[in-house]
């Protein structure tokens, strides 16, 4: 099922709807599945490519999601890992981000859900001085925050400072950071680096002026 159109960059993925998640690209997370159209559309990938389109729900309380239901964007991701956890019907597993894409329509419901997604890659441009301010000023932003926060260990701390690429210190900040989902997805959103910094200092600054009052 799963499979590149060379004419058009299109894939054709199973997907997973995720409540209250949301995954970025180089980004390596587990998590546990439930629902047996998402176990379904696993199975599905292990047996194929091993990609699947993980993209958050609007509304985490929504049982069966239909495509109004789904954000735009979301990670195409590789499973790294699926276990099935002794006594239950839930699995755990593994992906790593590899790059945005967008839902661009479902192919098929049932058994599980499938869709056509087309990949999303950002523009690779010289970095401009507004960007390298705009990197200085996240990563002092974060180091505000990360104080203020005690789960946030050092190694992440280390990270962030020795990141220097624009996008994925704006993916790689957002996932270690305890945001709503819904302001994260935003940053998954901005395809455009420069936009994804502008929108994450914003969202940071406000952030920690909230866990100052």
Request: glycine share 4%.
């Amino acid at each position: 099922m799963n499979h590149y159109n060379y004419l058009t960059d299109m894939m054709e993925l199973p997907v997973i709807p995720l409540r209250g998640l949301v995954v970025f690209p180089e980004m390596v997370l587990h998590f546990d599945v439930g629902r047996k159209k998402s176990i379904a559309a696993l199975k599905s990938a292990m047996n194929g490519s091993q990609k699947v389109f993980l993209v958050a729900q609007r509304d985490a309380a929504v049982d069966e999601p239909n495509i109004d239901d789904l954000f735009s964007v979301g990670t195409i991701c590789e499973v790294k890992q699926f276990l099935k956890i002794p006594n239950s019907d839930n699995v755990r597993v593994v992906v790593e981000g590899i790059q945005r894409g967008e839902l661009i329509a479902f192919s098929q419901l049932k058994p599980y859900i499938t869709a056509a997604v087309e990949p999303l890659v950002s523009e690779s441009s010289e970095e401009t001085k507004e960007e390298k301010a705009y990197i200085r000023a996240v990563k002092r932003e974060f180091e505000k925050y990360a104080s203020i926060i005690p789960k946030i260990s050092n190694d992440v701390k280390i990270n962030v400072i020795s990141l220097n690429n624009g996008g994925s210190l704006c993916d790689y900040v957002c996932y270690n950071s305890f945001i709503d989902y819904k302001e994260k997805q935003e940053i998954l959103e901005a395809v455009d680096v420069s936009e994804r910094l502008a929108k994450l200092f914003v969202l940071l600054k406000k952030e920690n002026a909230t866990l100052e009052i």
